[in-house]
């Protein structure tokens, strides 16, 4: 493919890490690199993954020591490794939002990272926010709004929303629309969205 | 926007009432299809044809057979028995793709399944499927999007069952047309639209033994049950489809799609629950598309706006094999009075996907031309198009000479050119500013059925006093959930707070599917008659239990109000609450079935029944840097009564800006060469964003339809799509001066 | 997405090592950086690209922005796209260079975005983006459907025989106008290459995208010191009203004087191959009044090269409008 000929992405051989390559050659090969490399010693016994690697994400206040196929999005380990489900996948490809979460407290697309790329760092999910008997005033203020429909973008248009507010923004609704962009609600409760958030800057709760 | 909740002792109908399932919606604990994880579950993942037409003559497996965690790489060679599917009574046995998949070598369409790749985890199910490598014998696949009617016969074949292609007729429509003072005529197209529902279609499939249990995201359960019973060839009794939340459909979750048998016969084969979700560009290729559109509109008028002739001559495309019917002419014959008349259609195969009902299906790009034809009439005849509607209005529904059961189509008009401030529009084109902005302003009327589906449903009143209701029909984001905590409270008093709502499964009573804007008005009854049930059946549990205070009472005698049984003769406060009644006589709970019968389709109907409303469009334009907004909406809808004005009105402004998505947005488009839906993903399929959405007025009038239901209410899910996009490209022409008759309204439409 | 090993960069010095393994730092490359990831993990997920290694610079000290000696602004590699939008000095100094980010993408990609990964983004060409298809600049040799295909978003300047692919970046289009210069270290040692130079034309090679060679990693850009009084505006066309890429899009910065333009800087996006610097323009608007006739003279003359392809010549006086308008945006202040 390309320049590259000697690449053949289909070697049924070719697995998450180059054997040749391993931990050591990587060491000799690229100093200054910490290959991180699969272990068979440390493997969980019965795990089904191949080629894991350990990392540790912090998801919503709790360390989360996990084994990951590097190429793993943080969204696919999110959803199918921690089972944590409320942040969705709607494109994996960072073109609809619906995989918002935050990272070290910034808003990202969890589709277009990968979990490794995370190790140790702080991940805030939907289910990090408020649960149904104590929701945040965000989620609060999107239920009292009718700020959705099927509910399903909603986890991310919430985690953006919560983010926002501490962004650089002069709170008028077209500056809100315009920074809601990036989270696409087929629905289109666009008006109420705005209305929820616009509701809880003013009640300055967060 | 006010959420006022029910005070106490108030019924929450008609009220605007946060959704019960809000919360869970809000802190990610709703399930979707793909949030449900079973141990030892596989992923699976389909390998999609590459060409839009030919056959597959070679499958390499060889490599994506040894990759890692790979279970199997399931094919037409090894995938075990599927089974056709027929159509059934009622609505029953309903499939867009009917071949079942792998069924021969024969690609039709781009994205057409040839094998599918299962593993221990969606990479290397992923990695698998995409080290298939698939040869092919390739034929030129047929993407042109000039349409021309096939050479077919008058009755046909459709999804649905049998059509004829003249479709409505009155009068002498070309001889009216021919001898008319004033004519129209012209075509209008509408493209292949693609639902993209953010949620993607799912499927878990789980075997135990000869049972089937399907997690699905399905606007129809039932439906899909019947499907796949018939495909894998099983009493229905053995199968269970859950859809608890949809992340909405718009039309493409109504029937099953290909994927779901797929993941069935693969759990089936490999005796574990199988996952299957689709990628964002499998959405654009094999789980159904709005058909591509095009519409001749002729219009024979009198010189002061009376038709005398209405002619609409429409072809859609269709995929090679199956036979879905756009019905464009769904509202042509009934929404104006004209004495002469012809809807006829034609359709056109092409090497594209299966397609499939989308929000409105048929009449939503129907209106957008006959909207705009009238449009373009009244300024043909220098009349307001209020006025040249206002002309037109039929006294009865002319196609079937039936009175109208509600129509106050008028009264929208009123309503809604009040609120824009029409009476202040110049017509002259280009002629009103505001700021730097040219504004253009437009207007079209808009109507979709009403009807009801049959239903059923259960309500169960229980001794720490809660209830249950319980329909298994799905909540695709219409507000379903909510609705039937309504009902429920209505009925019986009891307070929202305490009533469970089950749904989404096909465990329970049978509910209609989530289409055609029908379920609250199918749901009214069937609930209500399961709380009369319910409460007959307390109520004979009052008299009859030995030391309740009505034993000596006759079952005639009582009455239920507000959460409590009392003597008719009596004050209902010093009634006794039910839950103490059950208490006395050592009840968990008493139960209450109801069922309602459906209309939709009814030959022997008394009245035109059908929802009407109007759109105020206005659009700001600057030429200099050919930059196009809708600035603001104003939507008067006449659909009964409205049940939750708060999640109402958000339904008709979701509508509303699915509208300016279709108008100026949305398009799939096929590649000449390949056959590829190439703008396959969120990209470059542009619909409208937080951004496009302007201020949209939303007015409903609600007067009570008695003949849909007790309550009056007909459905909303639909009708605020229809007419946006005539009245947006009306305004478009206000601001620009530019006709466009093909959607969407792009920038180099109005580059001139 | 194809398996891949994943090295976590401690220093400048094994990250350079590691990536000149690589046969070639262009399209294929068997080693890639990876920053923010949102093209590199979106075009691995399409099979476009397929590292065998990926090195994560992460956590490489390259997220500093700092003004220079010489008045001018240093960004680093790793800068995020929104720190650098609203960074204070690139708000005052560099107005252009903030508008441009924050009209590209969405908060979310832009918190993940990078400086050095949005000089290297990858152009949106749908042809491009599906291995099913041939694409010269995925595979060179096989042909370029877009030519013939749906080409609606494609170039109309700088285009080939070969490649009609547009550059989608908003970021490069400021740049080009602001001067930028692209600090790079490689494996044999550093250089500093000016913004102009940096991406190539098609040509008969439209897998080779910018002058990089494997080994070389973009340490920092560079900005001169900003012209003083000088009027900067990011005007971007699209179809819907935010969180898609440009039609049309023009980076323009300007000084007047006494009614004369006395320095204009101009760069248009959407359109080229590559950020498209235009001198002619300039020269047309260089001492002359700043006025709507004088600046529509400059918009033709930025695109008097311009070749329309089947559905994309709407794009030529689309971007000679967004040019003349933002001249006018500029010239009012």
Do not use: D, H, T
């Given at each position: 493919m390309g320049d590259n000929p000697e690449a053949n992405p289909t070697d049924p051989n070719r697995r998450a890490f180059l054997r040749s390559l391993g931990s050591s050659a990587a060491a000799v090969a690229v100093a200054g690199c910490s290959t991180v490399t699969p272990s068979n010693a440390d493997r969980q016994s019965g795990s089904r993954i191949e080629d894991t690697v350990s990392i540790t994400l912090r998801i919503n206040g709790k360390d989360r020591p996990l084994r990951v196929d590097p190429r793993t999005t943080l969204l696919d380990c999110i959803r199918e490794v921690v089972a944590l489900t409320g942040t969705k996948k709607g494109c994996d490809h960072g073109q609809c939002g619906a995989c918002t979460v935050h990272v070290n407290g910034r808003r990202v697309n969890s589709c277009l990272s990968l979990a490794l790329m995370h190790d140790g760092e702080e991940i805030t999910t939907i289910e990090g926010l408020g649960a149904p008997e104590a929701l945040h005033p965000m989620q609060a203020a999107f239920v009292a709004c009718d700020a959705y429909q099927c509910g399903y973008c909603t986890s991310g248009q919430i985690m953006s929303a919560v983010a926002l507010l501490k962004e650089p923004c002069d709170g008028s609704d077209a500056a809100v629309k315009e920074l809601m962009s990036g989270n696409i609600c087929r629905c289109g409760a666009y008006a109420n969205i705005v209305c929820a958030i616009q509701k809880v800057r003013k009640s300055g709760s967060i | 926007m006010p959420t006022t909740p029910p005070g106490p002792g108030e019924s929450p109908v008609g009220r605007s009432t946060p959704r019960v399932d809000g919360p869970r919606k809000v802190s990610g604990l709703a399930q979707y299809t793909s949030d449900f994880n079973f141990p030892g579950m596989l992923y699976a993942v389909p390998v999609e044809a590459t060409i839009a037409s030919g056959r597959v003559v070679k499958l390499d497996l060889d490599t994506a057979g040894k990759m890692p965690g790979v279970q199997a790489i399931l094919h037409r060679e090894n995938i075990g028995k599927i089974f056709r599917s027929v159509l059934g009574q009622g609505f029953d046995g309903i499939c867009e793709e009917r071949r079942p998949p792998f069924e021969d070598d024969v690609i039709r369409y781009y994205g057409q399944y040839i094998a599918l790749a299962v593993a221990d985890t969606f990479e290397n199910a992923k990695a698998a499927a995409d080290a298939v490598r698939v040869g092919y014998t390739r034929e030129k696949p047929n993407v042109e999007t000039d349409l021309k009617a096939e050479d077919e016969p008058n009755r046909l074949v459709s999804t649905f069952g049998p059509k004829e292609r003249l479709q409505s007729q009155r009068g002498d429509a070309d001889a009216a047309f021919a001898n008319a003072p004033v004519k129209l005529d012209q075509t209008y197209v509408t493209p292949a639209e693609t639902h993209n529902p953010i949620e993607l279609h799912a499927t878990t499939a789980i075997w135990d033994g000869s049972r089937l249990t399907l997690y699905e995201s399905s606007q129809g359960v039932f439906n899909l049950r019947g499907v796949l019973a018939q495909m894998f060839g099983l009493p229905k009794e053995n199968v269970q489809v859950i859809s608890r939340f949809v992340g909405s459909g718009f039309g493409g979750k109504l029937f099953p799609w290909t994927q779901c048998p797929l993941a069935a016969a693969a759990a089936r084969q490999l005796g574990k629950p199988v996952k299957l979700v689709l990628s964002r560009k499998m959405m654009f290729q094999s789980v159904g598309h709005r058909a591509r559109t095009q519409q001749r509109v002729r219009l024979g008028a009198t010189p002061d706006g009376k038709l005398v002739s209405l002619h609409h001559d429409y072809v859609y495309h269709r995929s090679m094999l199956d036979d879905h019917h756009e019905d464009c002419g769904e509202a042509t014959a009934f929404h104006y009075s004209v004495p002469n008349l012809r809807v006829a259609f034609g359709r056109a195969r092409r090497n594209v996907g299966a397609t499939a009902d989308m929000r409105g299906p048929g009449a939503v790009p129907g209106l957008y031309a006959t909207e705009s034809a009238l449009n373009e009439l009244a300024d043909q005849l220098k009349i307001d198009p209020i006025k040249l509607r206002v002309l037109n209005e039929p006294k009865i529904d002319e196609s079937l000479n039936l009175p109208f059961s509600s129509r106050h189509l008028l009264e929208c008009f009123e309503i809604g050119a009040e609120k824009f401030g029409w009476?202040?529009?110049?017509?002259?084109?280009?002629s009103m500013k505001r700021d730097d902005l040219t504004l253009g302003w437009g207007m079209a009327g808009c109507t979709w059925i009403a009807a009801r589906f049959p239903a059923e449903a259960s309500l169960q009143l229980r001794d720490d006093g809660t209830a249950r209701v319980a329909c298994g029909t799905q909540d695709i984001g219409t507000g379903t959930y909510t609705i039937l905590a309504q009902l429920a409270s209505e009925k019986t008093g009891i307070t929202l707070d305490k009533i469970e709502v089950a749904l989404g499964d096909t465990s329970l009573p049978e509910g209609p599917l989530s289409g055609g804007s029908m379920v609250t008005g199918s749901l009214v009854p069937a609930v209500f008659a399961a709380a009369d049930n319910a409460i007959k059946s307390l109520l004979t549990v009052a008299t009859t239990t030995p030391g309740s205070p009505f034993e000596k009472r006759k079952f005639d005698d009582l009455a239920f109000e507000r959460g409590r049984v009392f003597v008719k003769a009596d004050d209902p406060a010093r009634g006794v609450p039910f839950a103490h009644l059950l208490q006395l006589a050592n009840l968990r709970l008493v139960t209450g079935n109801g069922k309602s019968d459906g209309s939709f389709g009814d030959p022997n109907a008394k009245f035109s029944t059908h929802s009407f409303g109007c759109h105020f469009v206005e659009i700001t334009w600057q030429p200099e840097i050919a930059r196009l907004r809708v600035s603001r909406v104003v939507t008067a809808i006449d659909a009964g009564r409205i049940l939750n004005p708060l999640a109402g009105r958000n339904q008709i402004e979701g509508a509303v800006v699915m509208g300016i998505g279709m108008a100026l947005f949305e398009h799939t488009s096929y590649d000449r060469e390949t056959g590829a839906p190439i703008n396959s993903s969120l990209a470059d399929y542009v619909m409208a964003v937080n951004a496009d959405a302007p201020p949209i007025d939303v007015h409903f009038l609600d007067y009570p339809d008695k003949e849909i239901n007790q309550l009056g209410a007909r459905g909303i899910g639909e009708i605020g799509l229809a007419g946006v996009a005539a009245a947006v490209t009306a305004a478009v022409h206000h601001a620009t001066g530019i006709r466009v008759r093909e959607l969407p309204v792009k920038i180099e439409d109005l580059l001139t | 997405m194809k398996t891949f090993e994943f090295i976590r960069a401690a220093d400048l010095k094994g990250a350079i090592e590691g990536a000149a393994r690589a046969k070639t730092a262009q399209q294929g490359a068997d080693v890639r950086f990876v920053a923010g990831g949102t093209t590199l993990i979106d075009l691995m997920k399409l099979n476009v690209e397929t590292p065998a290694h990926v090195i994560d610079i992460n956590r490489l000290p390259l997220d500093k922005v700092e003004t220079t000696p010489d008045g001018g602004l240093r960004i680093g590699a790793t800068v995020r796209n929104s720190d650098l939008a609203h960074h204070p000095i690139v708000k005052q100094d560099y107005a252009v260079l903030s508008e441009a980010l924050l009209s590209g993408a969405s908060t979310q990609l832009r918190n993940m975005a990078t400086t050095a990964g949005n000089l290297l983004q990858r152009t949106r060409c749908m042809y491009f983006r599906e291995t099913a298809m041939p694409c010269n600049k995925r595979k060179p040799g096989s042909g370029c459907p877009a030519i013939a295909g749906s080409n609606r978003m494609l170039a109309i300047l700088g285009a080939s025989e070969h490649c009609i692919a547009t550059n989608p970046s908003d970021m490069c289009v400021a740049m080009a106008a602001l001067e930028a210069t692209i600090h790079v270290q490689g494996p044999k040692g550093s250089r500093a290459i000016p913004i102009a130079g940096f991406h190539l034309l098609p040509g008969d090679t439209p897998q080779r995208e910018t002058v990089l060679e494997p080994g070389d990693l973009i340490t920092h850009v560079t900005l001169p010191a900003p012209i003083s009084g000088s009027r900067q505006v990011y005007l971007k066309l699209r179809d819907r009203a935010s969180y898609e890429f440009a039609l049309a899009s023009a980076a323009v910065v300007i000084k007047i004087a006494g009614g004369n333009v006395i320095n204009a800087r101009i760069a248009l996006g959407g359109v080229g191959t590559k950020p498209w610097r235009s001198p002619a323009a300039e020269a047309v608007l260089l001492s002359q009044p700043a006025t709507p006739a004088n600046f529509r003279k400059a918009a033709e003359a930025a695109l008097r090269d311009a070749k329309a392809q089947s559905e994309n010549g709407f794009k030529i006086e689309l971007a000679k409008r967004c040019l003349a308008h933002a001249l006018q945006m500029a010239a009012k202040g």
């Open positions: - | 009476s202040r529009r110049n017509p002259e084109v280009g | -």
